[in-house]
């Protein structure tokens, strides 16, 4: 099982970056995705959520500014962020949960390493 992230960059205030996550995980297709980031000193925090059937969420934020979708032929999902502040500014970190099929049963979960993004005021 690996996930990949990348896109991540240095950007100025307004500017625009898309993440995608490349992720080798079984189900994917039945997968709920999903888009974290860490800002130093702080937690981590969602920024968007996508799930198996394609229902999107976002914190409040983002929204409007930032769009998640999959891609379940490429086993990958994206994450198009417009209009970035600094406080966008963070680690993105990409998650995948694979439902359990049986309440007794955890979720499978996994996280990828990280794609830093900065965006100057």
């Known amino acids: 099982v ?3 992230a990348s896109g991540g960059g240095l950007v100025q ?3 625009s970056l898309r993440l995608s996550c ?3 995980v079984p189900l994917f297709s039945k997968a709920d995705l999903g888009w974290y980031r860490q800002a130093p000193g702080k937690q981590r925090e ?3 959520t996508i ?3 394609s229902i999107t ?3 409040n934020s983002v929204k409007g500014r930032f769009t998640i ?3 379940n032929t490429k086993m990958s999902f994206y994450l198009q962020m417009n209009g970035l502040k600094p406080g966008d500014t963070g680690i993105y970190f990409c998650n995948v949960r694979i439902p359990s099929p049986a309440s007794s049963l955890p979720d499978l979960e996994y996280w990828g390493q990280g794609t ?3 965006v100057s005021s």
Do not use: E, F, I, P
Request: proline share 0%.
């Open 46 to 48: 969602m920024v968007a």
């Open 69 to 71: 979708s999959r891609d």
């Open 116 to 118: 830093l993004v900065t």
């Open 57 to 59: 969420d976002y914190v």
């Open 22 to 24: 490349a992720a080798s």
């Open 13 to 15: 205030t307004g500017g």
């Open 2 to 4: 690996q996930l990949q």
């Open 51 to 53: 799930t198996a059937r």
